[in-house]
């Protein structure tokens, strides 16, 4: 274990590092920055709940089992979210590792930078889930069989690969999807290396083998909720360019949504000149296996079962696109500097507005709401004796008022069903009139 710390960290120890020292100062910044901004969302306090129960939820196991010991040094919720920027500083670590160990140094450099100021990046790394755990995780898998295809005979990036695998299914199972681009890419290295192949398939078995508890879980637990999205096509597929790169949230009117056409045409265009290049490697392939096949198992289970099209499952992918965006763009500054110069000031303008839009948005990109530490606060500084608080949701738990609402009064809470919207006034008027008798301003 000790040997693959080593291993791990043995760039930070070379001359030369001071790039990516800087490039991970700017990822703390930008990670800590405002990070309390905004209050949390469903999500986050399900996070809570889920960390103080241990639960195998839906197999996401790993994150929950970090997070239960992190809770009892604070609950406070900036502590909180200190475990998801750990992660995301680890995947601008690891992205840095694989584009330089693919590539070259200016790759890994320009890719940790286009993934430090993500607006997608930033916004998960300030949540209390588990997305940068596995994104970073999924990273870890990628780099030790990308060490271990080019040096088959050493054991340690195989290990890596195996555990980073494992544990990045047990963080969320959506991580299976690499399986696929995993087996295509060892076939094509050792198509005609049969027993080479085969040590590797056994190696592969392992992870499979492995992972068979959360396959169960994610199958006991399927349909228990499920968010409604829109079934994704073409134009959506475009939007998600636009929001792993520059622009998370929907860009306002009226110039905005021009230039961020413009720029997730570039975008598209960079990585097409990556991947399409007479002179392509082997090494770009593997990235744009992991990037797009991931991806499109998310278009193409949201086509035929139902959507799952969305922005912080296909986050995943999202490391490897980066890394295309970075190849292309190296590509295009070699073929016409003055080119690449004009897409790079673009590029950075519009992640420079996108910036500006997440750090001042009191609305999360995705939409969802984080209205109740300010309906908490409100409440709390208009206490009075003998008020009783009434508080109707169809979340189920009364929690994400509890965790903010310090004051005395009494909670009533009502757990409304999803599905029973065709009389809610009346149904809440019964449930009024059933509390018990109290002087308060109800």
């Known amino acids: 274990m000790f040997n693959a710390f080593q291993w791990f960290i043995y760039p930070i120890k070379q001359k030369g590092r001071f790039p990516l020292l800087l490039i991970l100062l700017l990822g703390c910044f ?77 790759v890994g450099l320009l890719a940790a930078v286009l993934l430090t100021i993500s ?7 300030q949540e209390i889930r588990y997305y940068t755990m596995s ?16 040096y088959p005979e050493q054991k340690l990036p195989r290990f890596i690969w195996v555990v980073g695998r494992i544990l990045s299914f047990y963080t969320t199972p959506l991580n299976a999807a690499f399986l696929l681009p995993d087996i295509l890419i060892l076939w094509l290295k050792f ?11 056994l190696l592969y078995l392992t ?4 992972s068979i508890p959360v396959a169960i879980s994610v199958k006991s637990d399927s349909g228990s909720h499920r968010v409604m999205l829109p079934t994704p096509g073409v134009r959506e597929i475009f939007r998600e360019l636009r929001i792993m790169t520059v622009f998370a949230h929907p860009p306002p009117l009226p110039y905005i949504p021009l230039l961020i056409q413009v720029v997730t045409l570039i975008i598209a265009t960079v990585i097409l000149v990556a991947i399409i290049q007479k002179t392509r490697t082997q090494e770009v392939i593997w990235v744009a296996l992991w990037g797009i096949i991931p991806a499109a198992s998310i278009f193409v289970f949201s086509n035929i079962f139902y959507s799952i099209w969305n922005s912080r499952y296909l986050i995943i992918s999202q490391p490897y696109f980066i890394l295309l965006v970075a190849i292309g763009f190296f590509k295009v500054f070699d073929w016409q500097k ?82 029973d919207k065709s009389n809610v006034p009346a149904h809440l008027k019964n449930w009024v009139e059933s509390l018990p008798p109290v002087d308060s301003r109800i």
């Open 119 to 125: 607006p997608l990046f930033i916004n998960h790394s």
């Open 207 to 210: 992870i499979i083998i492995a």
């Open 338 to 419: 003055i080119i690449g110069v004009v897409l790079a000031v673009i590029y950075m303008l519009t992640v420079s507005l996108g910036l500006v839009t997440y750090y001042t948005s009191s609305k999360r990109y995705m939409g969802a709401l984080d209205h109740y530490r300010p309906v908490a606060q409100l409440i709390e500084s208009q206490d009075r004796d003998g008020d009783i608080i009434i508080y109707s949701t169809d979340h189920g738990t009364s929690f994400t008022l509890t965790y903010y609402y310090r004051g005395p009064a009494s909670m009533y809470f009502y757990r409304r069903e999803k599905t």
């Open 30 to 106: 930008f990670y800590f920055y405002r990070v309390n901004f905004r209050g949390l969302w469903i999500d986050e306090f399900i996070s809570v709940l889920d960390g103080h129960k241990m639960s195998f939820n839906k197999g996401r196991l790993l994150y929950y089992a970090l997070l239960n010991p992190w809770m009892k040094i604070s609950d406070n919720e900036v502590c909180l979210r200190v475990q998801a920027i750990i992660f995301a500083l680890l995947s601008l670590y690891i992205i840095y590792r694989l584009g330089n160990y693919l590539f070259s140094k200016k």
């Open 191 to 201: 198509k005609f290396k049969i027993s080479r192949l085969i040590s590797y398939l």
């Open 135 to 150: 994104v970073g995780l999924g990273l870890c898998g990628c780099l030790g069989l990308a060490h271990s295809l080019k």
